[in-house]
């Protein structure tokens, strides 16, 4: 069955970076997108961009741009995304998500907390 | 960008009642590429409805998607206690990808 499972819970003070990864399974990672969403406490979805796995190449929401970078290693089906100049307001759970064509977003990994704190 | 308008904001129903949500777009949503999401608390959201009216694998048919252009509707014909969650809509045909701000469903 298809999985993602992201890594774990991170504390970061402003102005660092954080990278998170997301691990597939189940499925042929190249086959399909990357997506990335993140949602701040108690607000709703923001899409952040995606990564072909195959190309490597890579589509940011404008406010994105600049400051993350969606990279892969395909020889372990592993997604990254790395920001940078943490500011208190990145605080949020970030999600990877499988994009299909058809469907959206058909699988979701578990989610992984940053905080951004002095 | 399209921006996705879902209503109402919060929607207090009982068990066994129909449940409408609502999510209105700025412009066309291309080829009904539209999503409907269940989140509950804790949870990564998880698709329920896709290019608008076909319902994932696994998801009961008491949910049920319509609409195009730029109205759609969610409907659940009979809410089940585990049905009470948020919902979000998003549309997923042009860049960038969009999501309502959610409507969520309580018990009445």
């Known amino acids: 069955q298809v999985q993602l499972v992201q890594s774990g819970a991170e504390v970061k003070k402003p102005g660092a970076s954080v990278k998170v990864s997301c691990k597939a399974s189940g499925y042929t990672f190249t086959g399909y997108y990357m997506h990335w969403v993140r949602q701040a406490p108690g607000q709703g979805l923001e899409w952040m961009g995606w990564?072909?796995?195959?190309?490597?190449?890579?589509n940011y929401a404008q406010k994105f741009q600049g400051w993350v970078t969606m990279t892969r290693d395909t020889s372990i089906s592993t997604a990254y995304m790395e920001m940078s100049r943490l500011r208190s307001d990145d605080t949020a759970v970030y999600y990877c998500?499988?994009?299909?064509?058809?469907?959206?977003?058909?699988?979701w990994g578990q989610g992984t907390l940053v905080t951004v704190s002095s | 960008e399209i921006v996705l308008t879902q209503s109402p904001g919060t929607l207090s129903l009982s068990p066994g009642e129909r449940a409408t949500l609502s999510c209105r777009a700025s412009q066309g949503v291309s080829s009904s590429y539209l999503a409907w999401y269940q989140q509950k608390p804790g949870q990564a959201p998880r698709l329920l409805i896709y290019?608008?009216?076909s319902r994932a694998t696994g998801i009961p048919d008491r949910f049920s998607g319509s609409g195009s252009g730029t109205d759609f509707t969610l409907t659940i014909s009979r809410l089940e206690p585990e049905d009470f969650a948020v919902y979000y809509c998003q549309q997923y045909g042009t860049s960038p990808i969009t999501f309502g701000q959610g409507t969520r469903l309580e018990i009445k």
């Open positions: 290019g608008a009216s």
């Open positions: 998500a499988r994009g299909d064509v058809q469907l959206g977003h058909d699988h």
């Open positions: 990564i072909n796995p195959n190309s490597g190449g890579t």
